[in-house]
């Protein structure tokens, strides 16, 4: 479905459904000099210009709602590049037009002032889960090779050697993970992604990569712990855990601090629930696999 903008004065409206923006039309708050703009535009565009897409001219003539107001149309470069002076300033170096992102949430551009919803204990216990199970995946065949050549020397310190080193290796694959991701612009790892969450400082910026690296380190801290640094996520004010609490950090909701504060999702969500599912499932396995053994090991002394 399309969603498209128009520019209001100073303030840009949206995004709106194509009935409402028609709709909009026909009650005469905006006319065919009114800019728009849609995903698929490179610039803004009078409306005037998209009257058949919209189908406008089965609502009213263009003559009966040209309307009248602040039109910038013969500058759209300036508005294109952010240049355009807003009105009644004179001046300025931003403009309001300027053509909003793709919708995911995941962005650069820090909008303040808006509610802030913090990423629960258990959504981002979800996202650790799934960020665990993928990091393992890379892990385990870099340990194979470091453990595989140390058991092919036949030599023990060779073999003791290769051990270390897949423990360093397993380390620097964690932080290449961790930290590349949550520097990255998202700030947000594939377990965050897929549970809608990413990880900014207090105020919304993101994270340069040397601060996710110390995150890191703050992370093996809370593990360190006994796990105390990540329960107290699930009781500090801004859901913080240890490492969140020693590199200013926060976790929240991907739509936090961007223009669209209002899609935030409180709950759950229904991929965390089907992670937090599979990982008790797991756990039962396993608890079932250690009963059996012990049966097994009683019935056999």
Not at 94 to 113: K, L, M
Not at 139 to 163: E, H, K, R, W
Not at 250 to 273: C, M, P, S, Y
Request: proline share 2%; glycine share 12%.
């Amino acid at each position: 479905m399309t969603e498209w903008y128009y520019a209001d004065g100073q303030d840009r409206q949206g995004p709106l459904m194509t009935e409402v923006l028609r709709q909009r039309f026909q009650r005469g708050e905006i006319s065919l000099t009114t800019l728009v703009w849609r995903e698929g535009y490179s610039e803004w565009k009078p409306l005037s210009e998209a009257v058949e897409e919209l189908q406008l001219q089965n609502l009213t003539s263009a003559s009966s709602n040209l309307g009248s107001g602040f039109d910038l149309r013969g500058d759209y470069t300036a508005i294109d590049n952010g240049t355009a002076p807003l009105p009644g300033t004179g001046g300025g170096t931003r403009s309001p037009y300027d053509a909003p992102a793709a919708a995911t949430g995941y962005g650069s551009t820090v909008v303040s002032g808006g509610e802030v919803v913090y990423a629960g204990f258990w959504k981002r216990y979800a996202a650790y889960f799934l960020d665990s199970f993928l990091v393992g995946i890379i892990n385990f065949p870099v340990s194979l090779v470091f453990n595989g050549i140390g058991a092919v020397s036949g030599d023990t310190t060779v073999m003791g050697v290769m051990y270390v080193l897949g423990i360093l290796a397993s380390f620097v694959v964690g932080i290449a993970y961790y930290a590349w991701f949550h520097s990255s612009r998202g700030g947000a790892t594939l377990g965050k992604m897929a549970v809608g969450i990413k990880v900014v400082r207090s105020d919304g910026e993101r994270l340069t990569f040397m601060r996710a690296f110390g995150r890191y380190w703050g992370f093996i801290l809370s593990s360190l712990t006994l796990f105390i640094g990540f329960i107290m996520a699930a009781f500090t004010e801004r859901k913080q855990a240890l490492h969140d609490m020693l590199c200013d950090t926060v976790v929240v909701d991907k739509w936090a601090f961007t223009e669209n504060a209002e899609f935030q999702e409180r709950g759950l969500g229904t991929v965390t629930i089907i992670i937090l599912v599979l990982n008790g499932l797991l756990l039962l396995g396993l608890l079932a696999v250690l009963v059996f053994a012990g049966i097994a090991a009683s019935s056999m002394s």
